[in-house]
């Protein structure tokens, strides 16, 4: 029952089950994985498909010729798997340029190179199948005020955007854009900070239809704020694109920790939302294994995020079934057909009819909304004793 199968859309990228453990105080505690393995182990846990960055597959300065023969060697095992490749992106991160930025570093050089670099991995995805790119702007940040690069960023990056969506329409490319927030790190602040931040800055687009999120459980829990509501946000407005599912908390470095590890009660109602919402995208796991893990913990690690993510499915589909539920819920939100008339779109009547309402107040003061049975309710069914 808890068995993950590919139609559960469950993807990991390479830099996840590959990341190798490395922090700012210590080195690499796990050797790389070679992609090829990656992909047959991937597929041996019931996954859907694997993610990449440019760099985890080829690696930076590869010569043409070694590049055709590692995507090949790459695609081999794909058919063989049946693993699907769904989202890349470019590493605009890593290399030593990228440091003041990337898309919106103030050297021209540095922003035409991550351009290119964009361009290429979306070149690299569309031979992989990929349909999702995603843009993540860790190095667009800054630590210095002095420079009023703040005043420039938001017109470099749109116009960068505008270039690419361009691009995917001139080759012809399917991609949908998913842009995904950070308040921090690696960069002091980065830019484009929340999922409101983005959610607002694709309506200055050429192409706002192309672009949409990728919002981040630990993103927006760094910045103190509810994940569930943004993803709520973004799914009204028809932009949950793809979505990097892991833990955190509050208040720390982004720890990237295994799916409903920390949060349990956040992953219950994320994975309650997402499975009423008619999302059909990726469930992708942007987290990695403790450093204190070997490979095998890395798997133990894989496994876990999916069983967590079915277990929550069961639990909140058990959670919504139960009568007793359903009563409150039914209480909660019971209309009374007078107080109704009042509300909807504007008219001139009922502006009048409103200014006229006799509100039965008393009423409305004294109410109980029995929330506190409600949530233990939610608590039991998390801990497995009811339902
Ligand atoms: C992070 C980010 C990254 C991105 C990835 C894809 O905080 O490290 O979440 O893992 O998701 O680079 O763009
Ligand atoms: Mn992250
Ligand atoms: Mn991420």
């Not at 081999?76 to 890593?94: C, I, Q, R």
């Not at 779109?345 to 109410?367: D, I, N, T, V």
Request: net charge negative; with cysteine.
């Amino acid at each position: 029952m808890y068995e993950p199968r590919p139609e559960h859309k469950f993807t990991f990228g390479l830099w996840t089950v590959g990341n190798v453990g490395r922090d700012p105080f210590g080195d690499a505690v796990r050797e790389r994985l070679d992609p090829v393995y990656v992909v047959h182990k991937l597929a041996e846990l019931g996954v859907y498909g694997v993610n990449l960055h440019d760099e985890d597959l080829i690696p930076r300065g590869t010569p043409p010729a070694e590049r055709d023969r590692i995507v090949h060697r790459f695609k081999k095992a794909l058919e063989e798997t049946g693993l699907k490749v769904p989202m890349v992106t470019a590493n605009l991160f890593s290399d030593p340029a990228f440091k003041d930025g990337a898309l919106t570093s103030p050297d021209p050089w540095v922003r035409a190179y991550a351009l290119r670099k964009s361009l290429e991995t979306m070149d690299l995805g569309a031979e992989l199948g990929a349909e999702i790119y995603v843009v993540w702007p860790g190095r667009e940040g800054a630590e210095v005020e002095a420079t009023g690069k703040v005043r420039k960023v938001w017109g470099w990056m749109r116009e960068a955007l505008d270039f690419m969506a361009a691009y995917a329409e001139d080759q012809g490319y399917p991609y949908r854009f998913a842009l995904e927030p950070k308040p921090n790190e690696p960069r002091g602040d980065i830019y484009f900070a929340t999922v409101g931040s983005f959610l607002a800055f694709i309506q200055t687009l050429a192409r706002p239809e192309r672009f949409g999120l990728n919002p981040e459980f630990a993103h927006e829990t760094m910045s103190g704020l509810n994940f569930v509501h943004a993803v709520a946000q973004v799914l009204e407005a028809g932009k949950l694109f793809h979505i990097d599912l892991n833990d955190q908390r509050m208040n720390r470095f982004d720890q990237d920790l295994r799916f409903g590890s920390e949060n349990l009660k956040a992953a219950f109602f994320l994975v309650d939302l997402l499975e009423h919402s008619g999302y059909e995208g990726p469930r992708h796991f942007d987290a990695h294994a403790l450093r204190t893990e070997d490979e095998e913990g890395v798997w133990a690690f894989a496994k876990g995020c999916m069983r967590t993510y079915l277990i929550l499915k069961e639990r909140a589909q058990a959670f919504r079934e139960d009568p007793e539920v359903r009563d409150l819920l039914a209480a909660y939100y019971r209309e009374d057909p007078e107080a109704v008339a009042y509300l909807g779109p504007y008219s001139r009547e009922r502006a009048e009819a409103l200014k006229r309402a006799e509100f039965p107040l008393e009423a409305m003061r004294k109410r109980g909304y029995d929330l506190e049975r409600l949530d233990q309710l939610v608590v039991e069914y998390l801990l497995g004793v009811r339902g």
